[in-house]
């Protein structure tokens, strides 16, 4: 299995930006379709946005589509998400997910195969 590093949390204003960074090892990194899932205080974990294998398909949830950019590079094995506009409500934890089917991104799941360790994203008024 792949193993999965998060980076690039913090703290943000309300229409504040981040760059949340994943770095991969341990596997072939382009078999695995990638995900960003965030978990905020009391709720459950939910789909965020997700990137096939090869950058050309992308999926988002609605209520990120349009302010949030997932991207990979596979070269580098890593996947980001640029995250622009921040809400309160984008406040959680966030964690990078893979899976080696396209399942999970498609019907924008959270049973991944493969999680980091998250990485705390608290965006302030």
């Known amino acids: 299995q792949v193993q999965l590093v998060e980076s690039g949390g913090g703290l943000a204003q309300a229409g504040g930006s981040l760059r949340l960074s994943c770095a991969a090892s341990?596997?072939?990194?382009?078999?695995?379709?990638m995900a960003w899932l965030r978990q905020a205080p009391g709720k459950e974990r939910e789909f965020v946005a997700g990137i096939g294998w090869k950058d050309v398909s992308t999926y988002y949830a609605d209520a990120v589509k349009g302010r949030f950019t997932i991207s990979r590079d596979n070269a580098k094995n890593t996947v980001d998400l640029q995250m622009n506009s921040l809400r309160l409500e984008d406040t959680g934890v966030y964690y990078c997910a893979a899976d080696r089917t396209l399942l999970q991104i498609e019907a924008r799941r959270t049973d991944f195969g493969s999680w980091g360790q998250g990485t705390q994203v608290t965006v302030s008024s």
């Open positions: 341990g596997d072939t990194f382009n078999v695995y379709a």
